[in-house]
């Protein structure tokens, strides 16, 4: 729910200025305002959890883990997007996906956390 706008062709992350710059090269391109072009914008749905963990465990090296993230990735190719990271300020991990089947969206990080607690 950051408000990144992640174009797949030119990179893998948000990058606001390239969001910015091909927005704009739409409006030149169509000759339409800004705010006729943000009309058709829809949300893709997004879930986040976090995921306590001892301090000196290292759940994301479980094979187990690992083989949950892998399943979800391929689940979600081409249409969804998985995200898995240590916060850098305190013991979580962030498991965060984006899905338009909000059904799959909430199985796979469902499962992912399981493992990610069992690991911890």
Do not use: W
């Not at 705010?35 to 759940?59: C, D």
């Not at 979600?76 to 013991?91: A, F, N, Q, Y």
């Amino acid at each position: 729910q950051s408000g990144h706008i992640v174009m797949t062709d030119y990179a893998t992350t948000g990058d606001g200025l390239m969001a910015g710059l091909q927005f704009l090269a739409e409006m030149v391109r169509t000759g339409q305002p800004a705010s006729t072009l943000t009309r058709s914008f829809e949300p893709v749905p997004q879930l986040l959890k976090n995921v306590r963990f001892a301090l000196g465990s290292a759940p994301l090296d479980s094979t187990r883990v690992r083989s949950a993230i892998a399943e979800a990735e391929a689940a979600l190719t081409g249409h969804g997007r998985l995200l898995i990271r240590k916060s850098g300020t305190e013991p979580l991990i962030r498991v965060m996906a984006e899905c338009e089947d909000e059904a799959l969206l909430a199985r796979l990080i469902d499962g992912i956390v399981a493992e990610v607690e069992a690991a911890a």
